[in-house]
């Protein structure tokens, strides 16, 4: 499986940004996709995920209300829907899938697309 993920740019606080990312080879694999982002000097965050089965969804604490994920099955696609944006959600944003059978709150993932970089200024 390998992922694409696009999007990221440059937003005032406040504002909105989507991201996707792109599955490609053995998609028919993919059990769930996530979403997590890396600050600079700081460890890797989950973000959240989504079921590719059901559509069911899994967020942090430090986005809920703010983020929503979607998925377009019919094109391996998967979107995080950004919005009220503010400065410390700066980072990189990786976008990565699971084809191993694991709960929505499991941060172990099989495979990482690259990522970009989303920045939001004050």
């Known amino acids: 499986v390998q992922l694409q993920a696009s999007g990221g740019g440059l937003v005032q606080a406040g504002g909105s940004l989507r991201l996707s990312c792109v599955a490609s080879?053995?998609?028919?694999?993919?059990?769930?996709m996530g979403w997590f982002r890396q600050a600079p000097g700081k460890e890797r965050e989950f973000v959240g995920a989504?079921?590719?089965?059901?559509?069911?969804?899994y967020y942090a604490d430090s986005v809920k209300g703010r983020f929503t994920i979607s998925r377009d099955n019919a094109y391996n696609t998967v979107h995080l829907h950004m919005n009220s944006l503010k400065p410390e959600d700066t980072a990189v944003y990786y976008c990565?899938?699971?084809?191993?059978?694991?709960?929505?709150?499991?941060?172990?993932?099989?495979?990482w697309g690259q990522g970009t970089l989303v920045t939001v200024s004050s």
């Open positions: 989504i079921s590719f089965s059901d559509g069911l969804t």
């Open positions: 080879g053995r998609t028919f694999s993919i059990y769930s």
């Open positions: 990565a899938a699971r084809t191993t059978i694991a709960i929505l709150t499991s941060t172990r993932y099989d495979y």
